[in-house]
């Protein structure tokens, strides 16, 4: 158990539609980053956030959104949702913000639009 | 820009025998390197990692890397594969807070 919590383990939904994704971080852990994980694309770091605020940017597309609020838990907006947005969801988090730091993942939440 | 390339999508070894998952990154400094496995259905699980000093790093369930900057390797090894090892293994580059991953290598073990 990595202490990552990412709620729900799985979602169903259409296009067009448009969801929520949910992370609790490790006890103490600042840092809270998300990735998509995909056949076409594989492992792609979308965004992080440092204690609130966001710190860098990754392959994150206009539709997707996040945020990280001061009990440190953070939310993946996903919108307008396509098939393509099909994929494993998955949250990190780490102590701080150095390259340094490994990060530890939550199971993910597995995206299925139809 | 910072990148790992995984060598083989795929790798099968026998129950008992040495398991070999190749990994080069690309890195104009030096870089911190870091290997994950993940089991199906399950998030990643960090295996070991790279900062400074010891270029020889010992991680979890028997696993261990080498750091050849000569070489830009940083190879995942396990002397004896156990049938508990099959999964999927990441090697990663980190780079400011971002974690580039390779394609993954899906490691077979058979009786």
């Known amino acids: 158990d990595s202490g990552v919590t990412q709620t729900p383990k799985h979602l169903i939904t259409a296009t067009g539609q448009r969801v929520t994704l949910r992370c609790s971080p490790r006890s103490g852990d600042l840092s809270v980053y998300w990735y998509q994980q995909s056949l076409d694309q594989g492992l792609q770091f979308l965004i992080q956030y440092y204690n609130g605020e966001e710190r860098a940017k990754g392959n994150i597309l206009e539709r997707f959104s996040a945020q990280q609020f001061p009990d440190l838990h953070s939310e993946l907006n996903l919108s307008s949702l396509e098939l393509g947005d099909s994929a494993l969801y998955f949250c990190?988090?780490?102590?701080?913000?150095?390259?340094?730091?490994?990060?530890?993942f939550g199971d993910g939440t597995r995206l299925s639009i139809l | 820009a910072q990148s790992v390339t995984q060598l083989g999508s795929h790798v099968s070894v026998s129950e008992g025998a040495l398991v070999l998952l190749r990994c080069n990154y690309s890195?104009?400094?030096?870089?911190?390197l870091f290997w994950y496995v993940q089991y199906p259905n399950q998030g990643l699980q960090l295996l070991l990692k790279y900062t400074t000093g010891a270029t020889l790093v010992k991680g979890i369930n028997g696993f261990e890397a080498e750091f050849k900057k000569s070489e830009t390797s940083f190879h995942l090894t396990k002397p004896s594969a156990h049938m508990s090892d099959a999964a999927e293994y990441f090697c990663?580059?980190?780079?400011?807070?971002?974690?580039?991953f390779g394609t993954g290598t899906r490691l077979q073990v058979t009786l």
């Open positions: 990190a988090s780490s102590p701080g913000q150095g390259e340094f730091q490994p990060q530890h």
């Open positions: 890195s104009s400094v030096p870089p911190y």
């Open positions: 990663a580059v980190g780079k400011g807070s971002k974690l580039t």
